[in-house]
């Protein structure tokens, strides 16, 4: 029987970025369910706080090359790998100079101001990494997001699955971290629409800030993970009020074996 095969989507990974909980999980995470006998693919951006020459970071021409167009605008797609050695654990990261080459993550380290253009970093992070895995050949049995910024990939997974039927029967799995941000995003449906998308459904699609970004995203998934023990509340209720399957809190000790069970639930192993 062939190994279940996961594929990561992190808005950070440790060490490429300082510890925090999504990148301390997704890092132990992956690195847990792979030594488990899982096969993992792992993909994260390439913030422009992230060290290339000190993580070794260089860049896969032959997944290099596509444009994605986000509002009528072409951003180069480009494909960077790095490898955690101790472990044999390789990075995919995705870049592109306009969209990750300043400082900083999601906020100016200057001033501390969340990034206007969020959003539509946000999705080019997500057709992005979606666009490599298929060039990779490789088709995930189930895909776990880790991050608000990683947010936008259900819509292109599911939306545009009657053109492109690539990920049509991989499980989505949603993590729910306390990373709330304050913000409005406008037009998101313009900047969300792609040749082939379903039009219809994505006109019942209103995200405009976090929490109704995070509930598209719990609509769009086989089953939510509660990676924080703070958190929201609100969304925690939303995904056990819709019947899909919801991980609680593990805290540090156990967590790899109870992800794994959870996986295999989702995948009705």
């Known amino acids: 029987m062939e190994s ?9 990974i440790k060490p490429y970025l300082p510890d925090s909980p999504v990148a301390t999980l997704s890092r132990d995470l992956s690195q847990g369910i792979m030594e488990g006998g ?3 693919r792992t993909f994260m951006p390439r913030f422009g706080s992230v060290n290339e020459r000190r993580n070794q970071l260089h860049e896969v021409i032959r997944l ?3 444009n994605i167009a986000i509002d009528d605008t072409d951003h180069p797609l480009l494909i960077k790998v790095a490898s955690i050695q101790a472990v044999r654990m390789q990075i995919y990261f995705i870049d592109n100079d306009d ?3 300043r400082k900083g993550t999601t906020t100016d380290v200057a001033t501390g101001a969340f990034f206007e253009d969020n959003d539509e970093r946000s999705i080019f992070f997500a057709r992005g990494s979606l666009e490599t895995t298929k060039k990779l050949r490789w088709v995930p049995d189930l895909i776990h997001l880790h991050g608000w910024f990683t ?3 259900p819509i292109y997974t599911r939306l545009m699955a009657k053109k492109d039927p690539y990920f ?3 499980k989505i799995v949603v993590s729910l971290y306390d990373d709330a941000w304050e913000g409005e995003w406008k037009n998101m449906n313009r900047k969300l629409w792609v040749e082939g998308i379903d039009e219809k459904a994505l006109k019942k699609i209103k995200i405009s800030d976090y929490a109704t970004l995070m509930k598209t995203a719990i609509d769009l998934s086989d089953g939510v993970t509660v990676c924080s023990a703070t958190a929201s509340p609100e969304l925690i209720e939303y995904a056990k009020a819709s019947g899909k399957p919801v991980l609680e809190y ?5 967590y790899v074996a109870a992800f794994n069970d959870f996986y295999d639930k989702i995948l009705g192993a």
């Open 168 to 170: 049509a029967k991989s």
């Open 99 to 101: 969209l990750f080459g």
């Open 4 to 12: 279940s095969k996961i594929l990561y989507i992190s808005q950070e």
């Open 250 to 254: 593990q805290g540090e000790e156990n």
């Open 151 to 153: 947010m936008m990939t």
């Open 64 to 66: 290099s090359g596509l």
């Open 38 to 40: 899982k096969e993992i």
